[in-house]
């Protein structure tokens, strides 16, 4: 890897490994399980690029299998601090609940459907699957963004009381989900001529 990109991929190792270990050691782990379990997962993943080639077929499959486990932590952080802030309203949890995934689902659907005109059967294998990948990724992503910004809308109008670790959470989480809906869609933009940059931009974020 080029010293910048290792350099970037060792502080994100070093800080998602970290933070799970200060949540773990605060027992804020009990108030946040998805977010302590996505941070030890993501010290996992941030090591990979270290030992393999991003070129490997190996790492590609890696990467491809592990994305459906970081989307499903995605929704649970989200779900988690949506829980937290509507702690006292049951019934707003549910229906935000509910709401979140059918609007995760639509936002999905309509990513892939973006992407079909493309997918033809001369394109290689490979690239198909990739292009899958990276429009569930901002399907998923752009959802959240807009759920998270709703919950924010919402409790500014409500007198609704929370604790300044909710509040951070809330808006550092819609920060990440903003920024990877726009490196997505760089990406998807002009593809591979910028894949170091978005690369470094990814590395950046987390």
Request: aromatic share 12%.
């Amino acid at each position: 890897m080029p010293d910048t990109a290792l350099l970037l991929q060792t502080v994100a190792l070093l800080g998602s490994g970290l933070a799970a270990a200060r949540l773990v050691q605060n027992g804020l782990w009990r108030k946040y399980p998805a977010l302590t379990l996505y941070l030890a997962f993501h010290t996992l993943e941030a090591a990979i690029p270290l030992f393999l080639n991003s070129k490997d077929p190996f790492y590609i499959k890696v990467y491809v299998c592990s994305q459906p486990i970081i989307w499903t932590f995605y929704i649970l952080m989200v779900r988690e601090i949506y829980g937290l802030a509507l702690a006292s309203h049951r019934g707003l949890q549910t229906l935000g609940k509910w709401a979140m995934y059918i609007a995760t689902g639509i936002s999905v659907t309509l990513s892939l459907l973006s992407i079909l005109k493309k997918i033809t059967p001369k394109v290689p294998e490979l690239s198909r699957i990739i292009g899958y990948v990276y429009a569930i990724d901002r399907g998923v992503n752009f959802a959240l963004v807009l759920f998270i910004l709703l919950i924010l809308f919402f409790l500014s109008r409500y007198p609704v009381p929370l604790s300044r670790n909710v509040v951070r959470h809330s808006s550092f989480l819609f920060l990440y989900f903003l920024s990877n809906t726009t490196v997505i869609l760089l990406r998807s933009i002009y593809g591979r001529a910028i894949n170091h940059e978005i690369s470094t931009a990814v590395m950046v974020v987390s």
